[in-house]
């Protein structure tokens, strides 16, 4: 195992293939330009389902789908708890969880309770290696680092405790600040106008001082939120023109400060990777207000989890929602699923066939293009009519329509994508057992909404579409795309890998999760 080699992960919300492309073309990335010139590759990078950021950034991080590391969205319901978990940002539903609740389900519960899957920090600290998380989500590790509240999210929500785990270096916005003492940070953002900390610049910062002071860990991962932000309000193009082009702007002084492009693929390994896309919209989408077309149920109030007479429960995820039921009648399902199939704004409706079996086939139901029923290829699968495999290696059994996700079938073999990448796959990865909920998927000129839910009017996502799905990853020479089951065709989930084979790392067994917080 290397003990020199450093790797640095740069995840850029919703970077995108296509709009990175465009600005190379018109040298408005020179730093990027140059990695790719060292032999760099540039590729499409497919998201899970739903393409959103909580659980896409957490597949980057676990190399899992949330079928296996128990993030199902933005949003979702927690039945072993009855309430939901929400990581959004619309006010409405935090007033319903109560914004102390709210707070804890960020600091603490979604890391220690909530996530399931070992984290890449913890798969490399099995193997000695020391890491660093700066201002990313996902963060849990074995080293205790202090924390404080700003005094005013106490004043509104209250404290979180004061120590929280994570890798060796943690950085969290104005939360926690773990970094070596002798390294010394300018230029942060912080307090309510900065995010409290979450922010890229000071992402930026924190790693211009590590670097400066050669203080960087074997491996270190990055996040870097504003471009999405900026896509939802005014697309990705103009999201690019500011943060795409700052993040290039950086790397060239990141590199000059490592010592220049020499090191880059020798010393250091680079893999920049986007969690999600976006479909962009020239004025702004059609609203589909899901409660509303749902009228004639009897909905809870999401964050609340189900009362006595609720029938149904509304997990909003931009352009998918997960809708659950309070009991597992097939004769509700239907009602739900015929409902939902008359609107022309919704394009997929996604379920078990055995509604409260984890093992079931899964449906998908379309308005126009018929219904698909499948399951893995194995002995289980024998009453249905048809197999095939995908290039990802995975053997798949249906019947019905493959038109419902625009698939074909080449010589009664291999499964052909559509505009829908992958989607037997990621479809499959978001059914994580705990509950079965009905997934809906908009069509591209729609985004959901539940009453007090805002909308985006610049570029939104989350369905299986190739837009909301389609990610860019961005990789120095020494980055090994060869070991991936697809090269040409890498998939959030392959990243973490890519990282730990630059480290001369693997995936290790189990990891167990370290203690929670000390309180």
Known sequence: MSQTKRCVLFVIDALSEPVVRRFLDKARLPA???????????????????????????????????????????????????????????LRLALQEGLHEYLKDFG??????????????????????????LNYMWFRGPHEHA???????????????????????LKLGDFVHGLPDDVEVSGMKSGLLGRYGFHDETTIACLMALAEADALPQFTLAYFPINDDRGHEA???????????????????????????SKVGTEYSFVIVGDHGQVQWEDSPDVLKLDDLLSEFSIAETAAGFGDDDELL?????????????????????????????????????????????????????????QLTFCRADEKSTSFTQTGGDRYGNQWSFRGDLSA??????????LHDGCYPNALERIEGAFTGAASPIWVTADRRFEFAIDGTS???????????????????????????????????????????????????TRGGEVRAPGLVRR
Not at 53 to 82: F, M, Q, V
Not at 235 to 261: H, S
Not at 321 to 345: F, M, N, P
Request: net charge negative; hydrophobic share 40%; glycine share 8%.
């Open 108 to 133: 603490d519960r979604l890391n220690f309770e909530r996530l399931h899957a070992p984290l890449v920090y913890e798969h490399l600290f099995e193997q000695g290696i020391e890491s660093a998380c």
């Open 314 to 370: 509304i997990c909003p995820n931009m352009r998918a929602a997960a809708i659950y039921s309070a009991t597992d009648s097939e004769v509700l399902r239907d009602r739900v699923v015929q409902q939902l199939l008359s609107h022309d704004g919704v394009d997929q409706v996604i379920y078990q066939e055995a509604p409260g079996n984890a093992a079931s086939p899964l449906v998908v139901r379309t308005r126009d293009r018929g």
């Open 405 to 414: 996700l625009d698939l074909r079938l080449d010589n009664g073999e291999l």
């Open 455 to 505: 909308t985006h009017d610049g570029g939104s996502h989350g369905s299986l579409l190739t837009e909301d799905s389609t990610a860019a990853v961005i990789t120095s020479d020494d980055v090994s795309l060869e070991r991936l089951p697809v090269p040409d065709a890498p998939r959030i989930v392959d990243v973490m890998d890519l990282c730990l084979s630059t480290l001369g790392a």
């Open 147 to 169: 924390r404080s509240t700003p005094l005013t999210l106490r004043m509104a929500a209250g404290s979180l405790s004061e120590t929280v785990r994570g890798p060796k270096f």
């Open 235 to 261: 697309g990705l193009e103009e999201a690019a023109a500011t943060c795409v082009e700052r993040f290039d702007e950086f790397l060239a002084d990141f590199v000059e400060t490592i010592g220049g492009w």
């Open 32 to 90: 990027l330009a140059t990695l790719l010139e060292q032999g760099g590759s540039l590729l499409p990078c497919l998201s899970i389902f739903p393409s959103i950021t909580p659980a896409a950034t957490c597949s980057i991080a676990t190399g899992e789908y949330p079928r296996r590391h128990g993030i199902e969205g933005a949003c979702w319901l927690d039945p072993k708890n009855n309430d939901a978990a929400y990581f959004g940002d619309d």
